[in-house]
């Protein structure tokens, strides 16, 4: 209930909409999402299925598949492991 299927970013570049496999969508800031694991840890599992652990407002969420499948946009996936925005 905790996985994450894909992540869509708002044209604001700020935030993120996370559709989660159980309880719908949800929208959150980007600065708002903080890693749970070192990023290092994706380079073992880029093409395999994995969950990447974050945190969204003291819950913990799980990036669910590949990355290029939950996240199509690296840049996106790059500002979540760095807290940041991104520039449209």
Do not use: W
């Amino acid at each position: 209930g905790n996985s994450v299927r894909h992540v869509e970013l708002h044209r604001d570049g700020k935030s993120v909409t996370l559709h989660k496999f159980v309880g719908g969508a949800m929208d959150v800031k980007i600065k708002d999402i903080r890693k749970l694991q070192h990023e290092k840890s994706l380079v073992d599992t880029f093409e395999e299925a994995y969950l990447f652990p974050i945190e969204v407002a003291g819950k913990t969420l799980y990036l669910h598949g590949n990355g290029h499948e939950s996240i199509k946009n690296g840049e996106l996936f790059r500002a979540i492991i760095n807290g940041q925005s991104i520039k449209l």
